[in-house]
């Protein structure tokens, strides 16, 4: 079977981009990663999690973000994942260095949905705010920046790759949060995947 050279370039960049957006660091109320809105009063102490998606890794060793939009006032316990074997900062830091480094002195595996625990986080609610997204993102400052997103260590040596944020959104009224998309160019995105 022959394949025209339009058809196969198709091929070639989808087979090439099927892992280029697979990594995320997401906020849910649920271990499973399904779950990324909520109500949070005060009164009330939910817990929230943030986990990082590795689908198509094996795993990860590591984690670098912040979390913005936590209202002001609020407070949180946060408990990073007990496997860690370094965890820095605060992902919901309000003064500079805005961010939050998490190791793993091994490869950490995908449960079945595809997710590994980053932080458990319990919110405490001061007062009642609407349609606050709280998005993982790039820290700051980031430890290397030619990346302007979350990043993720994969377990195969050297493989560090951006993460998207995917918020939480608490007590949603009329809106949701917006994903960072970022238009570039294909010798860019290649950039972060070596040659």
Known sequence: M?????????????????????????????????????????????????????????????AEFWVSGFPTGWFTVVTPNPANTVALGNPFATVPPLRANIGFPMCMRPDDNGMVLLYSVLLIPMSVVTDACLTPQVAIPPSNPQYVTPILSGCDMDLIAPAVGYPFLMNPVTGGCLVAVERTTWGSVKSFYGD
């Open 2 to 62: 022959r394949l025209g050279p339009r058809l196969l370039i198709a091929l070639i960049v989808a087979a090439g981009s099927s892992t280029a957006c697979a990594q995320s660091i997401e906020i849910t109320s649920d271990l499973a990663g399904t779950i990324h809105e909520g109500t949070v009063l005060p009164g009330t102490t939910p817990t929230v999690y943030i986990l990082a998606r590795t689908t198509g890794w094996l795993g990860i060793t590591g």
